[in-house]
Nanobody, 126 residues
Framework: QVQLVESGGGLVQAGGSLRLSCAASGRTFNSYTMAWFRQAPGKEREFVAAIRWSGGSTYYADFVKGRFTISMDNAKNTVYLQMNSLKPEDTAIYYC???????????????????WGQGTQVTVSS
């Protein structure tokens, strides 16, 4: 059974940094795409960043380019999201997600991901 467990959220002042972790277990994730999404109150879940487990290609939403970095540690089966220069509008619940290689559709769409973590709250104060 696939499990994704996020950690690392919290309260930080604007301009600060946080690093989120997503520990994945339950299967081999070779060829999977791992991603971070976020959802703010009253808004739809939106794509933040993704990384291909095989090869390590990365992709980012425009609003986080230059500020966030997605990475992975194969030995630990863990995906990270380093968030720098945080803004109040980054406040949201951040979710880790896994999409199999058979996934159809845009990898930026939450509907194409099969497995989700429980989420971790990130709050950025002004």
């Amino acid at each position: 059974q696939v499990q994704l467990v996020e950690s690392g959220g919290g309260l930080v002042q604007a301009g600060g940094s946080l690093r989120l972790s997503c520990a994945a277990s339950g299967r081999t994730f070779n060829s999977y795409t791992m991603a971070w999404f976020r959802q703010a109150p009253g808004k739809e879940r939106e794509f933040v960043a993704a990384i291909r487990w095989s090869g390590g290609s990365t992709y980012y939403a425009d609003f986080v380019k230059g500020r966030f970095t997605i990475s992975m540690d194969n030995a630990k089966n863990t995906v990270y999201l380093q968030m720098n220069s945080l803004k109040p509008e980054d406040t949201a619940i951040y979710y880790c997600a896994a999409r199999p290689p058979s996934g159809i559709g845009r990898f930026t769409s939450s509907k194409t991901y099969e497995h989700w973590g429980q989420g971790t709250q990130v709050t950025v104060s002004s």
